[in-house]
């Protein structure tokens, strides 16, 4: 089949809107109608060309929400006409790592997933019979898309996918790495580098594990209405502190530090002044962000022999397929906040602008609606 898709052919470039060719799921793969992505800023940092997994021509996009309209051979699981959020970190039920009980990185298809390709090794995209690669298994930028079978969440029908697309990643990541990967306890103390997606996803975590303290962190101040209507109880900018590094702010400010930091920039100087923030003894950072090609992130051991301690998170430590529908079902309830997340809605045409908005600081997530 033919469908629309904003296709990036190399690094560094806008997205192109093409009709590509879609070939149909193989065994074991599911065909979906993507109704609604938003824009993580995962997507900007492949297509900025620092990401030494990053691949062109590609079709990005990872948090999406969709319709299943065709399944290949032996998929059971879920059926056309079926609401569906693609996942990244799929969930096999059968691998090492799902069996562990210790981590939601389900390995079973990593390897072809990390070279865009589908787990048979080829593409299900194209254009003029050249190969177009695959995202993150997910590639939600295009309006249909094929997908594993254990990478789908099969979701409640009555969820907007509009909304619900965005615990795709961003608000599940945030919401997971407080309370599966930190596991904040009641009356914490807790720091939170950046305020996009992620970071007001950390902060709604915090909130719901009821942290006494949240010192929210951002270099744009124009985050900090929306840090503070979710919970926050102190934002500080590091421009206000030249002279002193942010880690000893925030030490000042909290009689030897937090309990728990995240770091959701992506920023290996901010990951060093998240971990040193940590309250001697017994702080914890959590790294979110991703870094490029080549970074590094380092500190005096004597920070971690004193106690601190770096930890890291991916897609919040949650298991997509067994976990994810619990999340739609607590928004669906009033227990989560997605709504205020959505601050552009823009047709495919526009996915360009939704870049820009999210590089100028506009944005907390731009929805791209089909
Ligand atoms: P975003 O661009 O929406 O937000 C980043 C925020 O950081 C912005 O508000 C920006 O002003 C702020 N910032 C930039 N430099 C700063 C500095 N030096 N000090 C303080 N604040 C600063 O990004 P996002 O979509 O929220 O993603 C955040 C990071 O999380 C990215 O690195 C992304 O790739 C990563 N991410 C990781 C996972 C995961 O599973 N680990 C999932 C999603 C996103
Ligand atoms: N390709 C990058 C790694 C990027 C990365 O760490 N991705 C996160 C999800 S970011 C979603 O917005 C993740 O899930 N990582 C685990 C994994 O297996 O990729 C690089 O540095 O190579
Ligand atoms: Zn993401
Ligand atoms: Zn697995």
């Known amino acids: 089949m033919k469908t629309r898709a904003a296709v990036a052919w190399e690094a560094g470039k806008p997205l192109s809107i093409e009709q590509v060719d879609l070939e149909g799921p193989r065994a074991g793969e599911v065909l979906v109608r993507i109704v609604a992505t938003g824009v993580c800023h995962t997507d900007a940092f492949t297509l900025s060309g620092a990401d030494p997994e990053g691949l062109f021509p590609v079709i990005l996009g990872h948090e999406g929400g969709g319709i299943v309209e065709e399944v290949g051979p032996g998929v059971t699981s879920v059926k056309p006409g079926d609401h569906v ?23 079973a298809i990593r390897a072809t997933q990390g070279k865009g390709l589908m787990p048979d090794g080829s593409s299900r995209f194209s254009l003029h019979g050249k190969p177009i690669l695959h995202y993150m298994g997910c ?4 309006e249909h898309t094929v997908l594993p079978e254990i990478a789908l969440a099969k979701i409640d029908p009555a969820a907007p996918l509009d909304k619900v697309c965005l615990l795709g990643c961003g608000i599940t990541t945030g919401i997971g790495a407080v309370l599966n990967t930190a596991k904040v306890t009641p009356g914490s103390s807790v720091a939170v580098f950046g305020l996009g997606g992620i970071g007001m996803s950390v902060i709604q975590g915090a909130v719901m594990a009821k942290a006494a303290r949240i010192i929210a962190i951002d270099t744009n101040p124009e985050k900090f209405v929306m840090a503070k209507q979710l ?44 971990l040193e923030c940590c309250h001697k003894g017994w702080g914890e950072s959590i790294i979110i962000g991703v870094a490029g090609a080549g970074q590094e992130i380092s500190t005096r051991p004597f920070q971690l022999v004193t106690g601190r301690v770096w930890r890291g998170s991916a897609f919040g430590g949650v298991k997509g397929r067994s976990q994810l529908p619990g999340y739609v079902d607590r928004y669906l309830a009033g227990e989560l906040k997605i709504d205020e997340f959505v601050s552009a809605e823009l047709p495919l045409e526009q996915i360009n602008h939704a870049f820009d908005l999210m590089h100028e600081g506009k944005v907390i997530r731009s929805v791209i609606r089909y």
């Open 139 to 142: 590639s939600t930028f295009s």
């Open 85 to 107: 959020i693609p996942l990244y970190t799929p969930e096999c039920g059968k691998c090492k790592f799902c069996l562990s009980g210790k981590t939601n990185l389900c390995q």
């Open 231 to 274: 919970g926050a109880t102190d934002c500080v900018n590091p421009k206000d502190y030249k002279d002193t590094p942010i880690q000893q702010v925030i030490v000042e400010l909290t009689d030897g530090g937090v309990d728990y930091s995240f770091e959701c920039i992506g920023n290996v100087n901010v990951m060093r002044s998240a």
